[in-house]
Structures are given as C-alpha cells and as structure tokens.
C-alpha cells in the first residue's frame, strides 16, 4: 500500500470576477505570486469549471432561447424555467425523472441535476454549460500552468454534485489531468487479513470534495485551491476514464424504470 502523507494542505485562491476571454492559467498565477503562494512539484490545482465555462464563452443567454413544447411540459411539472429546461434537454445525453427545481440528467458519464447547468454566480438570464470535453479541458489547463511555473502539475477541475439520500452538495472531479484518479485496492488486506473484494478508492473526487470547501459555492470568489501533499503521483500517463463505470454496473441504475431515451 502506498504511504499515506503526514499533511495534505489545501489553500484557496482568489481571482477576479471572470469575463469571456480572461486568460485563466495567467489569473491563477498573478493571483497566487500576489497571495506568496509557492507552487512545488507534485501540487493539485483544483478549478471550478465555470471560470473556464465563462473565459472560453460557454454560458447561455436564455431571453434567447425558445423552449420547446417539451421542455414547456417538464418545466411546469419540475417548477422551472421553461427556457433552462430547454437547454438542459439539448445539452443532456439522458434524462430520467426529476424533483422541483431539479431534472436528473446524465451527462459526460455522471448523473448531475439539470445537465450541470445552473445560474448561479452569473448575471441575470444566463445559465454555464460544462465543458464540452471536461479532461481536456483540464489537460490543457494544466500544459498551461505547467508552462507558467515550471512545476510539474496535477489538475482537476470542480463542480457539486448530491448524493442519494444525503442533503447538501459535495464536490466532485469533473475534469482530471496529470495523476490516476482511481486506487484500486482489491486483493490488499484489512487489519484481520482479509482480503478486499471490490474496494476502490476514488482519489480525485476527495481532493475535490475537499477543495469544494474551500473554493466555496456562494460569493467566496475562490474559484481556485491549491493542494499540496495529496496522495498522488503527478504523471503524464494517466487514465482519467478509470473513474467511470458502465450504467448496467452502476449501484443506483438498477432502481431506473423509464427508458435510457429519455423523459418524455
């Protein structure tokens, strides 16, 4: 088993409020020389995904949107936006039911309300859209950083997710770069010797989660942390998929009645 550290550090960084066109890495290290913040080999960047939904232009005007009779049905029956309803449906690879306020959609491999799509933190009328390839955003992301300070880094980029029957939101690794998300410790032994039969521990959703406390979710301006001391080996070689399984394998999937195709 590999070596646990004796501290893992997490520092946030804060930035300016983001507009289209902004160049992130840059922002990220002006910000952190200003804070004195040290970068060192081995580091995790963790970046919320909106500052680059917004520099890079993926943000939707919904006074320009016509929603569709569809979305019109499913926004009345889900108390929303008719208009947010439409560009979750197109932007969505299935939805399956939903709650108020909320469609549960699956998108990019993750079952994520309303498609990852939401209005917070933006102007009036506009709602952020993931990234259309989330691990190479964050691949890129982190050529440029690398690029910038000379250092060999990890980055993952962060957004919140809910987990079943729990309150709350949780942060979760949307985009990965730079280090294997995944530890698969099957075959190691527990305290009694007992061998473990399906145990994977999923890295780089912790660092998220735990990032996500720091980056915030209201009007911190923190869209940044810099983790130091996380249990990983920066490579580039790395498989950002691991953390993926196949709906037929999934735990919860199992409970789902309506057609992969969609809500209707």
């Known amino acids: 088993m590999t070596e646990l550290p004796s501290k893992i550090e997490v520092t946030p960084i804060k930035l300016p409020i983001i507009k289209k066109g902004m160049n992130v890495p840059t922002l990220i290290v002006e910000a952190a020389k200003k804070l004195k913040i040290t970068f060192r080999d081995g580091d995790v960047l963790a970046v919320a995904d909106k500052v680059l939904a917004v520099s890079n232009g993926r943000v939707a005007d919904l006074e ?28 969505a690879d299935a939805v399956y039911g939903g709650v108020s306020r909320a469609l549960l959609t699956l998108k990019h491999g993750v079952f994520i ?12 009328n506009e709602a952020s859209l993931w990234p259309e390839d989330p691990n190479e955003s964050a691949k890129l992301l982190r050529e440029a ?13 962060v957004d919140s997710n809910v987990t079943a029957l729990r309150a709350g939101t949780v942060g979760f690794a949307l ?8 530890r698969d ?14 145990t994977q521990i999923n890295i780089a959703d912790s660092l998220a989660a735990m990032a996500n406390l720091v980056i915030g979710e209201t009007d911190e301006r923190t869209p940044v942390a810099l983790i130091h001391g996380a249990p990983i080996q920066v490579t580039d070689s790395y498989n950002p998929l691991s953390v993926r399984i196949d709906i037929e394998a999934d735990l919860f999937s199992s409970i789902f009645k309506v057609s992969r195709k969609g809500l209707k």
């Open 64 to 91: 320009k949107v016509k929603p569709s009779p569809r979305a019109i049905r499913l926004a009345k029956k889900y108390n929303l936006e008719p208009e947010f309803v439409e560009i979750v449906l197109k932007d």
């Open 113 to 124: 309300a309303n498609s990852g799509i939401d209005h917070k933190n933006l102007p009036e």
């Open 145 to 157: 950083l690398q690029n910038l300070t000379h250092k060999k880094l990890a980055v993952i980029l």
């Open 175 to 182: 985009g990965i770069a730079g280090f294997e998300p995944l």
């Open 185 to 198: 410790v099957r075959g190691f032994l527990d305290l009694y010797g007992k061998p473990l039969l399906i």
